[in-house]
């Protein structure tokens, strides 16, 4: 069965440091992926999107790198501060042609 | 100002009761969708509709219902079929070209409690 599985646990990093978060998907062949951000009690937001043919996507302090053989996206904040705090979803395609979401991954930045 | 309007914020349901939750877009999008978040859960994709007077079940469609009768409005009935219905509600858009990825815009979300 597809699988899209985000590291459940909250991750907690210190104000500054790169923030790193997971993606891997099992039983997909997605011709892109997705990431989103998601406060509490809001609806999540479109944050980049990467193709399949794309390595690597940079948005100002964010990088999203896709790797089709490992069946990973990794999501990174450079420089985070504490309103980076937020959960962070991320997104397949699947055949149906749907957008199916991970579970998410709570990151907190502490001052 | 465009996006997608959800109303209420919060509806509190008694037992064996219908409710019906509204989302209106003014994107112009074509597909509509309705999700379902329970707390510290992921999103689960109830129903969706990609032209108007047509829709599909999702992964959890029991229990609720949905029309599509104008392309700006996708409501969620969830009625007295659906036993766990206390849940954060989500309603999103999207353009159906691959160019765009599908990109999905969502509304601020309906607080469903049953009392």
């Known amino acids: 069965s597809q699988k899209i599985e985000q590291n459940s646990e909250a991750l907690n990093i210190q104000e500054g440091k790169t923030a790193t978060l997971t993606c891997n998907y099992t039983n997909y062949s997605p011709a892109y992926l997705q990431w989103y951000r998601q406060d509490p009690g809001r609806g999540p937001v479109f944050l980049l999107l990467?193709?399949?043919?794309?390595k690597e996507k940079r948005k100002e302090r964010l990088k999203v790198t896709f790797d089709t053989t490992l069946k990973q996206s990794l999501f990174h904040i450079t420089a985070s501060q504490p309103a980076d705090s937020a959960t962070y979803l991320c997104a397949l395609r699947n055949a149906g042609n749907m957008l199916t979401f991970g579970g998410g991954t709570r990151l907190m930045v502490k001052p | 100002d465009g996006g997608i309007t959800q109303s209420p914020k919060y509806l509190f349901r008694k037992e064996g009761q219908n409710v019906t939750l509204s989302c209106e877009q003014n994107l112009n999008h074509d597909a509509m969708y309705w999700y379902r978040q329970d707390p510290g859960q992921g999103l689960r994709l109830i129903y969706y509709s990609q032209i108007v007077n047509d829709f599909q079940k999702g992964d959890i469609a029991e229990g609720y219902s949905v029309s599509r009768e104008k392309k700006e409005s996708f409501p969620l009935t969830v009625t007295s079929a659906q036993k766990n219905p206390t849940a954060f509600y989500l309603c999103?858009?999207?353009?159906?070209?691959?160019?765009?990825?599908?990109?999905?815009?969502f509304g601020e979300g309906s607080w469903l409690t049953v009392v």
């Open positions: 999103a858009s999207s353009f159906l070209d691959r160019t765009s990825g599908n990109t999905i815009y």
């Open positions: 990467i193709r399949e043919n794309e």
